[in-house]
């Protein structure tokens, strides 16, 4: 592989990265080019002693992921992260698919929490404040009872939902220490 | 030399040399690659790395032999993970040549 070969096969699987990030390193690649070519050293030689760029490729684009989500969190920054750090066969497959499960049946509690905090505020008005609104909801029983219940239930929705929003923050966090922690071992690897 | 080893040495490597002597890039990886046989590429991914933990910084200096070029130096930041990782390797080392019976006292 020549010089050229090497830096247009990096910069196309560099695609994805901000344009700021690709051209600094085709820069530092450029530059080490250079130097060892003015060291008399061949484009062949230097090319070969710097390794695959794809997979050099992929794993700037996998820190640089990883370093996003940590900035910013975001469903969005995790996932490129992930999805970097599972091409590089960083992440354990079999880990992968119990994991979304759980995340996306957290992710199911804090919608039916949120339903739960709806319909009883719902419930809550209605037995309160709106007689229209309680008997078009066919509401039976003791009003008081009814006000009691909702205001029960509200609040162990709204609890609920704080919860789970802890949770899924608790899993981002550790997700992302997981990611980090695998990538820097098959860099370690990769160096040798 | 075994892969196990090299894993975690490279970065301490990396930011012992930095601290000695601010380098551009050819020339960290030249060093390196002199003592111990690495990908060398991946020495920039590391420095790039690095860069955004904020334990270097670069910048451009003039070159007789060419064009200007980036050096790298340790920051307050580098120079604290550099001693933390020396302690980490030097009490790492001295518990495995203790149970490789380097120590006489046993």
Redesign the interface.
């Known amino acids: 592989m020549n010089r050229n070969e090497f830096l247009d096969k990096l910069e196309k699987n560099l695609r994805g990265l901000p344009k700021a990030d690709i051209e ?2 085709l ?3 450029s ?2 080019f ?3 070519f ?1 060291k008399g050293r061949s484009e062949e030689e230097i090319a070969k ?5 794809i997979t ?1 490729a992929k ?2 684009k996998a ?2 992921f990883i ?1 996003s989500a940590q900035d910013k969190s975001s469903v969005r920054n995790i996932t490129k992260a992930g999805i970097a750090c599972i091409g590089l066969g960083v992440v354990n497959i079999i880990f992968i698919v119990p994991l979304i499960a759980l995340v996306l049946a957290v992710v199911g509690v804090l919608i039916a929490s949120g339903v739960v905090v709806v319909a009883s505020l719902i419930a809550l008005i209605a037995s309160a404040f709106s007689q229209d609104l309680y008997s078009s909801l066919h509401m039976m029983g003791n009003r008081s009872v009814n006000i009691f219940l909702s205001l029960g239930t509200l609040c162990f929705g709204i609890l609920l939902s704080i919860a789970t929003c802890w949770i899924l923050d608790l899993f981002y966090k550790y997700i992302l220490k997981y990611l980090k922690w695998n990538l820097k ?1 098959i ?6 | 030399m075994n ?1 196990q080893f ?3 040495v ?2 301490l490597c990396v930011l012992s040399i930095l601290q000695r002597k601010e380098c ?3 020339e960290l ?1 030249d060093r390196i ?1 002199q003592k111990i ?13 690095l860069k ?1 933990e904020g334990c270097v910084t670069t910048y451009l200096k003039e070159s007789t ?3 200007p ?2 050096y790298y130096k340790l920051t307050e930041e580098g120079i604290k993970m550099k001693d933390d990782l020396i302690k980490e390797w030097k009490l790492f080392t001295s518990n495995v040549n203790s149970l490789l019976g380097g120590d006489s006292n046993e």
Request: glycine residues 12%; charged residues 25%.
């Open positions: 600094d390193t820069f530092d690649y530059e080490h250079t130097i060892g003015s002693s710097l390794g695959d760029p050099l794993q700037i820190t640089n370093q071992a860099i370690g690897k990769e160096s040798v | 892969i090299k894993k975690g490279i970065e551009y890039g050819y990886v690659s046989i690495i990908s060398e590429g991946t020495i920039y991914p590391l420095l790039r790395r955004k032999e060419g064009p070029r980036k």
